[in-house]
């Protein structure tokens, strides 16, 4: 059965892990690593060094570790944007199509990050391509017919091409929001939205990016689709409120924590992968592993991207590093610092605004395993999404195949990235 092998593939990975439920989403809840053991501190110096030149912990899995290990030899082959490049090059064309507005200084904040060399690299769009792919397995009954570009379609890649596309135009309208809430002055190594263009644009920009994205998703007439995308949304203001309006205990807790990470960027690809499988007729079990990869990519990733914005450079983040500690974002790595030196609690409590705070909370964060307890985490996360495209069901398709490898390739590069 399909949920006997999920089980032993989980329980094979991850026999050294304690995972903790958290509360959340009705219909699905997530678990998180929890208590690992800490060691010794080393000094400041020699974790920062080895926090900027490491490649992060090895994989926990055997069977990942030699995947992982071999993933050079095999890049070109399986390389994850390789493999959808000619669609993520027609999903640019169309993105840039649909924010067309009849404002030209609305059409020109609406397109700002969608026009070519600032687009990013569509890690969510190829997530999306390559899920679309993985699970091209045989389906009981054809979709029914929907318009899309003015001809009415069965095709079913073409409804799931939509998807990436509503993805990408959610996940930018968050970024625009997130850019005026922060006040940043950076993204994606240009000048943000908010800061060329003012913060009242900047919201109405992102406003008009979820409202086309509504229009999209309405186009593919699936109740369960425009549900799943819908709480999506619901789920980026819950987790942006979470991250304003904490009391003291919640700000000091990586349950609250991780079920704001949830919200904040795992809701939108989990659901998406979701999507994908719904939209090809998959069974319940394979949606939920479908659900279960994007979660814990999507939680890796962010985990990965606390640890840079301590160890990353502004030039290789595109954005300024140490940005959340000086805005009062408590994150992971501060989290396990706190366990392990329990008079940071005070430092975090009474704020950052004093930059001698920032300075002690870094002090402690150096002498702590905050830094690699956090990746050691990504890593179990990384493991998870990867257990779960091991457990759907076998299929011998060369494509499949191709697709599945560089799905799990992902969560490698995630865990390893440096921006």
């Known amino acids: 059965m399909l949920f006997s092998r999920i089980s032993k593939n989980l329980r094979g990975s991850f026999n050294s892990c304690r995972w903790f439920r958290s509360i959340g989403d009705h219909n699905h809840c997530f678990l998180s690593p929890h208590n690992f053991h800490s060691r010794g501190g080393d000094s400041t110096q020699q974790v920062m060094r080895s926090l900027i030149f490491s490649k992060g912990p090895a994989l926990h899995s055997s069977r990942y570790l030699i995947h992982h290990q071999s993933s050079s030899i095999v890049e070109d082959e399986h390389d994850p944007f390789s493999l ?170 990586m349950e609250y924590y991780m079920q704001k990470t949830y919200y904040k960027t795992a809701s939108l690809i989990s659901n998406s992968c979701k999507a994908i499988a719904i939209l090809a007729g998959q069974t319940a079990e394979v949606a939920m592993l479908a659900f279960e990869y994007g979660k814990n990519l999507g939680l890796a990733f962010q985990l990965i991207d606390d640890v840079l914005d301590f160890t990353g450079t502004s030039a290789s983040l595109g954005k300024g590093s140490l940005s959340d500690i000086r805005h009062g974002i408590v994150t992971a790595p501060i989290l396990f610092a706190m366990e392990e030196f329990p008079q940071l609690r005070a430092i975090v409590d009474e704020g950052f605004e004093n930059p001698a705070n920032v300075d002690l909370a870094l002090e402690y964060l150096g002498k702590s395993r905050g830094i690699q307890r956090t990746r050691e985490l990504a890593v179990e996360h990384a493991n998870l999404a990867a257990a779960a495209i091991d457990s759907l069901p076998e299929n011998d398709d060369e494509d499949v195949r191709k697709s599945r490898k560089a799905l799990i390739d992902l969560t490698h590069r995630v865990i390893t990235r440096t921006k």
């Open 84 to 253: 959808v490049a000619d669609e993520l090059s027609l999903l640019g064309n169309k993105l840039r199509a649909m924010v067309v507005a009849e404002v030209p200084k609305l059409a020109s904040a609406a397109e700002y990050f969608f026009k070519m060399g600032v687009e990013g690299k569509r890690f969510r769009p190829t997530v999306l391509l390559l899920m679309s792919t993985a699970l091209n397995l045989p389906i009981h009954e054809a979709p029914p017919p929907i318009e899309i570009g003015g001809t009415l379609t069965t095709d079913v890649r073409l409804r799931q091409q939509r998807i990436a596309e509503i993805t990408e135009m959610i996940h930018v309208a968050s970024l625009l929001h997130d850019d005026v809430l922060d006040d940043a002055d950076t993204r994606r190594g240009i000048g943000s939205l908010n800061f060329v263009m003012g913060n009242k644009l900047a919201v109405l920009a992102g406003d008009f990016l979820l409202s086309r994205a509504c229009v999209a998703l309405a186009s593919l007439k699936n109740t369960e689709v425009v549900s799943l995308l819908a709480k999506v949304v619901e789920h980026l203001v819950t987790g942006e409120t979470m991250q304003m309006t904490t009391t003291s205990d919640q700000r000091c807790s």
